[in-house]
């Protein structure tokens, strides 16, 4: 392997690991926020219960993700230092921006959350949770103005191999940002929530401390329900207004065809990228022609022989990095769809097995994410800066053996973390959150009184009572 | 502007040596400490601030990326392996420090590989200090290669900010913790500190042998940067002294050592940025060849400047709600074990 194809899959490495926290605590930073606004009011011991379970799940993610993000700020410049040099006028103080009005918010009030139960007020308490929610939005509107700017590059001028700002509010409110943001924001929440459901079934299924599984999954779902349709919409506009308008490269990959002239719908291919043909291929006849607004069935997709050989992404990557985004939203609406037909019928807490299909896509948000950011990432190469820098002529020029020792270093760190993380949730779910239930461990908040005789349905598990 | 920036960095910089480097060296301390009870309390008490901290690390690397983009193209790859090891520590950390926290047993090897990966990264942050005197290759403003050779200071140095770190950590330990744990932190801090003033002291004889030796030409720089040892002598000192001393007969004693040794670390770094600059890495990488374009600097000290006072405000709430002496019963999760006992863990 090159030095550039290690350097790359250290990068992607490093990011989706990074990426899969985010896609778990975005979500479930409001979330807390809004049960922690809730206790607050309605002082129901049920809601400090999911506070606190919640929050158990929440921390460890936390710190991997804080961790995993550091190291790609360096990865920056580490790997690919002439990237780092070239762009930094530009997305250096983007990202520097991000880091003062973000992960400062979240480092500075993080603490609290985490170790301030017991220790300072309510308030205090609630105006922590607030702002760490701040601050993760906060974070992906910087990082994704910085990573649209790669996308649609606008606003610069070129002076001595450098890019260099010329227009920061064109150069920050990019083309690509505009749909980029909402998609991600929208992605972002839509996981976590699907995560947070999926856990709670799990405690339905297996008939433990309903009361607090019921609110859990309700909320959730509620959320998921609201957002999912319109993710879909935004996501159609995306690939319609950025790439078919900046970036044909990415979308003919997308699409997964060779030659123009197919208006079916391409949903399984193996590309050869040196033959530029696809070796199995199987397409659903219309669909591609309806996708591009023409019910007809005449508009053909265009194919990736109409990008220079040279400018051509590698069609695998980007092709199945769409598809595990579109086939996750399938699963995404059915839940979605599911869940709002069965609220109306009253059976939302009641269907085992809807409660079992939850169960099992606890992650398939952090799925949809990830196949995302390998269509956008993957399709936009072989640049970095679309149109401007390729990925060759940016990476650092080390000797490839230490490159390969870091690389190896990374995947192990990484598998052993994943592994401890999903150790440690399992672990925890088993574990329950009767432990945090404020009858058994009472809420010492200064001048807390919980309401303990209140009418709040806090069931003991068999297990708890025995 | 590039000196207000270079001064913003540097700002960066101290922040995160004095910050993070306390809790680096609780963390080293962990390895030596045998009673599981104050071991957990000196987890907690870095769980509290461990993020907030290295927060500051980000900035730093951010900092520079934005204001002296060529900088950060050539010093990163310079310093590639111990950079690399640092942040493998640094992951390994983060991860094992709220694994610990959020499970009432964890397994002991969390715990070591907490120490240990404090150990590692403050050892490979001073190793990659060190480095930053020895020659990297720049053509055309793009990294092309370092100068080889047995990296003898860049060891040196490792040790030395390790030693550093370790004596932050039991200072930092003796301010906010009480009974055995701060007498022992005391004991040892003490003997620590000690230690690192003489590897201090090797670290600047022996960096006339590097690629960057101190530059004292001018007698205005020599007065600064001796004035400045002297500073950070006399901070040692204080804190060597008050580590041994008692509150009940000496009411400052448990805020000297730390206020000491931040002294002399703020002392130092200074002394060391004074002899050097503009040089950032030898032969020829200067502050003023890789400052960046006008516009970002603009923006930079509009948008990035202007933050940090409120940072700053951040950084002190957050240290001040845990103000005092920490103690760790308080923390929910031992309260949890010890109001359900054993009945939940089923
Ligand atoms: C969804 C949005 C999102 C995206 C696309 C990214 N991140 Fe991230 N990042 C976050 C959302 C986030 C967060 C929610 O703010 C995190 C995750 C968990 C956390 O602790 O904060 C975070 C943490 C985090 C940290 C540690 C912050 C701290 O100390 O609090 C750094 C340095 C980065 N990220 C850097 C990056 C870089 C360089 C990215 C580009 C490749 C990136 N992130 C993509
Ligand atoms: C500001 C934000 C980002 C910047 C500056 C950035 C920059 C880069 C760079 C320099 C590369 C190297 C080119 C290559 O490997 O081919 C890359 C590739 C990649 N990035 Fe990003 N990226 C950003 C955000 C993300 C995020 C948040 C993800 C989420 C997981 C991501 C996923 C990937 C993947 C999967 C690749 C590998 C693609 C390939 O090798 O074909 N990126 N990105
Ligand atoms: C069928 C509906 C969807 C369509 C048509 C769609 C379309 C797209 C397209 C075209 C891109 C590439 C953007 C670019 O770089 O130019 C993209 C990226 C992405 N998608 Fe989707 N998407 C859909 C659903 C979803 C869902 C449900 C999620 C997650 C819950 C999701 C998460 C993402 C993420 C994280 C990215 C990468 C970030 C970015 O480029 O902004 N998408 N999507």
């Given at each position: 392997m090159s030095l550039i194809d290690l350097s790359r899959w250290q990068f992607a490495l490093t990011v989706c690991f990074h990426m899969?926290?985010?896609?778990?605590?975005?979500?479930?930073?409001?979330?807390?926020?809004?049960?922690?606004?809730?206790?607050?009011?309605?002082?129901?011991?049920?809601?400090?219960?999911?506070?606190?379970?919640?929050?158990?799940?929440?921390?460890?993610?936390?710190?991997?993700?804080?961790?995993?993000?550091?190291?790609?700020?360096?990865?920056?410049?580490?790997?690919?230092?002439?990237?780092?040099?070239?762009?930094?006028?530009?997305?250096?103080?983007?990202?520097?921006?991000?880091?003062?009005?973000?992960?400062?918010?979240?480092?500075?009030?993080?603490?609290?959350?985490?170790?301030?139960?017991?220790?300072?007020?309510?308030?205090?308490?609630?105006?922590?949770?607030?702002?760490?929610?701040?601050?993760?939005?906060?974070?992906?509107?910087?990082?994704?103005?910085?990573?649209?700017?790669?996308?649609?590059?606008?606003?610069?001028?070129?002076?001595?191999?450098?890019?260099?700002?010329?227009?920061?509010?064109?150069?920050?409110?990019?083309?690509?940002?505009?749909?980029?943001?909402?998609?991600?924001?929208?992605?972002?929440?839509?996981?976590?929530?699907?995560?947070?459901?999926?856990?709670?079934?799990?405690?339905?299924?297996?008939?433990?401390?309903?009361?607090?599984?019921?609110?859990?999954?309700?909320?959730?779902?509620?959320?998921?329900?609201?957002?999912?349709?319109?993710?879909?919409?935004?996501?159609?506009?995306?690939?319609?207004?950025?790439?078919?308008?900046?970036?044909?490269?990415?979308?003919?990959?997308?699409?997964?065809?060779?030659?123009?002239?197919?208006?079916?719908?391409?949903?399984?291919?193996?590309?050869?990228?040196?033959?530029?043909?696809?070796?199995?291929?199987?397409?659903?006849?219309?669909?591609?022609?309806?996708?591009?607004?023409?019910?007809?069935?005449?508009?053909?997709?265009?194919?990736?022989?109409?990008?220079?050989?040279?400018?051509?992404?590698?069609?695998?990557?980007?092709?199945?990095?769409?598809?595990?985004?579109?086939?996750?939203?399938?699963?995404?609406?059915?839940?979605?769809?599911?869940?709002?037909?069965?609220?109306?019928?009253?059976?939302?807490?009641?269907?085992?097995?809807?409660?079992?299909?939850?169960?099992?896509?606890?992650?398939?948000?952090?799925?949809?994410?990830?196949?995302?950011?390998?269509?956008?990432?993957?399709?936009?190469?072989?640049?970095?800066?679309?149109g401007l820098l390729r990925t060759s002529a940016a990476v650092s020029k080390l000797a490839p053996g230490t490159v390969l020792f870091s690389v190896i270093g990374f995947s192990l760190i990484y598998l052993i973390l994943l592994v401890a993380y999903i150790v440690y949730i399992v672990h925890t779910v088993k574990i329950g959150p009767e432990r945090d239930d404020p009858r058994v461990t009472a809420d010492l908040t200064p001048g807390a009184t919980v309401e303990s005789e209140s009418a709040a349905p806090v069931e003991l598990t068999p297990e708890v009572a025995r | 502007m590039t000196i207000i920036w270079f001064l913003v960095i540097l700002f960066c910089l101290i922040m995160y040596i004095v910050f993070d480097g306390y809790d680096l060296g609780i963390g080293v301390g962990t390895l030596f400490e045998r009673v599981p009870e104050r071991k957990r309390h000196m987890i907690e008490l870095v769980a509290t601030g461990w993020d907030g901290n290295e927060t500051w690390l980000i900035l730093l690397a951010v900092g520079l990326w934005g204001g002296f983009p060529l900088a950060f193209g050539v010093i990163l790859p310079h310093l590639y392996l111990p950079l690399i090891i640092a942040l493998f520590a640094l992951i390994v950390r983060g991860g094992s420090i709220e694994l610990i926290s959020q499970t009432e047993n964890p397994p002991q090897i969390l715990t070591w590989a907490f120490g240990i990966a404090s150990l590692v990264a403050a050892f490979a942050q001073g190793f990659a200090l060190g480095e930053l005197t020895s020659t990297a290759h720049v053509v055309d403003g793009v990294y092309t290669g370092s100068e080889g050779g047995f990296p003898w200071y860049p060891i040196v140095l490792g040790v030395t900010v390790a030693f550093g770190y370790t004596a932050l950590g039991y200072a930092y330990l003796k301010l906010k913790s009480e009974g055995e744990l701060r007498v022992s932190a005391a004991r040892r801090g003490g003997v620590v500190a000690v230690v690192t003033v003489v590897l201090g002291a090797v670290s600047l004889i022996s960096i006339a042998g590097t690629a960057a030796p101190l530059n004292l030409a001018t007698p205005g720089r020599a007065l600064t940067f001796w004035g400045l040892i002297v500073f950070a002598l006399v901070g040692a000192v204080t804190a060597a002294v008050n580590f041994r001393r008692r509150t009940d007969s000496h009411p400052t004693a448990d805020l000297l050592p730390f206020a000491g040794l931040v002294v002399t670390t703020v002392a130092t770094l200074l002394a060391f940025t004074v002899s050097h600059y503009p040089l950032l890495v030898p032969p020829s990488l200067t502050v003023n060849s890789a400052v960046g374009p006008y516009n970002t600097m603009v923006f930079l000290l509009v948008g990035i400047g202007l933050n940090i006072p409120l940072i700053i405000f951040y950084h002190w709430f957050a240290h001040r709600t845990f103000g005092g002496k920490f103690r760790v019963h308080e923390t929910p999760q031992a309260r949890t074990s010890i109001l359900t006992g054993a009945s939940n863990e089923r």
């Open positions: 899969t926290f985010p896609a778990i605590t975005v979500g479930m930073s409001v979330f807390l926020c809004v049960i922690y606004a809730m206790y607050w009011r309605t002082k129901k011991p049920v809601y400090l219960q999911m506070f606190r379970f919640w929050r158990r799940i929440f921390a460890v993610g936390f710190a991997l993700g804080v961790v995993a993000g550091e190291v790609i700020t360096f990865q920056m410049g580490l790997n690919w230092g002439i990237f780092g040099a070239k762009t930094g006028p530009i997305i250096g103080p983007i990202i520097g921006m991000e880091v003062v009005t973000a992960f400062f918010v979240e480092a500075g009030f993080i603490g609290i959350l985490l170790y301030g139960d017991g220790r300072v007020r309510h308030l205090t308490m609630f105006v922590s949770t607030v702002m760490v929610s701040i601050g993760t939005i906060l974070s992906t509107t910087w990082i994704l103005a910085a990573n649209s700017w790669m996308q649609t590059p606008q606003g610069y001028t070129v002076q001595n191999g450098q890019y260099v700002p010329t227009d920061w509010v064109a150069a920050i409110f990019t083309p690509a940002f505009a749909w980029r943001y909402p998609h991600m924001l929208l992605a972002v929440l839509i996981s976590g929530a699907i995560f947070i459901a999926g856990i709670s079934a799990y405690y339905l299924v297996k008939n433990r401390s309903k009361g607090f599984a019921r609110r859990s999954l309700s909320i959730a779902l509620g959320v998921a329900a609201l957002l999912v349709p319109v993710q879909l919409l935004v996501g159609d506009g995306l690939a319609g207004n950025v790439d078919v308008a900046y970036q044909p490269s990415k979308l003919e990959a997308i699409e997964g065809n060779w030659q123009n002239g197919n208006t079916g719908w391409v949903i399984f291919a193996i590309p050869d990228q040196a033959a530029a043909k696809n070796l199995v291929q199987i397409s659903v006849p219309w669909l591609g022609s309806a996708i591009a607004k023409d019910p007809t069935g005449k508009t053909a997709t265009p194919g990736l022989d109409n990008t220079p050989v040279n400018d051509r992404p590698d069609m695998a990557a980007t092709f199945w990095g769409f598809r595990a985004m579109f086939f996750a939203s399938l699963f995404l609406f059915a839940t979605a769809f599911m869940s709002v037909v069965l609220r109306l019928r009253g059976k939302l807490w009641e269907s085992r097995r809807f409660h079992k299909y939850v169960l099992w896509t606890t992650p398939i948000g952090i799925v949809a994410i990830l196949g995302g950011w390998v269509t956008s990432e993957a399709g936009r190469q072989p640049w970095v800066v679309f | -």
